[in-house]
């Protein structure tokens, strides 16, 4: 990790990208439990509606947290996310999912292929992650990767499965 350059020429061609609104950030501090004034102060705004908080920011990154303490640490548990992703390259082209094994987790994503039949269509898809209620390592990493076909647009997604906790 850290040791890959950054291509500025790629950057300026992504092929995919993930859009955030206000409003999504606005649900992830709610989900934060960030108070009504705390909001307005960050957002700079007179209101914030909390009616929809979600800590799951459409992000091109995914972490679960697998950290029960019951009498059945043995059995599964299954995290799920939802991303929409916006087609910035060329009108037709389609992408492929790859994900990287990760140690005790099944990972899968849904649909496997993203189709898009024109420039700026969204698509959705949702990453499925099973691990056990308490897991061994403390931090498991993979990838997802949407490859176009032809190879000219990969777009890596850092999945992380973890036990530690966050501090509230």
Avoid at 94 to 109: D, F, G, N, Q
Wanted: aromatic letters at 8%; proline letters at 5%.
């Amino acid at each position: 990790m850290g040791t890959r350059h950054i291509n500025p020429n790629k950057a300026l061609d992504p092929g995919l990208i993930y859009d955030a609104t206000i409003e999504d950030y606005v649900n992830l501090l709610c989900a934060l439990n960030f108070t009504s004034t705390q909001i307005q102060t960050i957002t700079k705004s007179s209101t914030s509606n909390c009616s929809s908080p979600s800590l799951d920011l459409n992000y091109p990154s995914f972490i679960a947290f697998f950290n029960t303490n019951d009498s059945k640490s043995n059995s599964k548990t299954v995290k799920e996310f939802q991303r929409t992703v916006t087609n910035v390259g060329i009108g037709m082209s389609t992408y492929t999912a790859t994900l990287t094994p990760m140690e005790r987790c099944k990972v899968s994503v849904t649909p496997e292929k993203l189709i898009f039949k024109e420039k700026n269509e969204k698509q959705s898809y949702k990453v499925t992650i099973e691990g056990p209620r308490k897991m061994e390592d403390s931090v498991v990493f993979g990838y997802l990767r949407w490859v176009e076909a032809g190879g000219k647009h990969v777009v890596r997604s850092p999945i992380v499965a973890t036990s530690m906790q966050l501090d509230n």
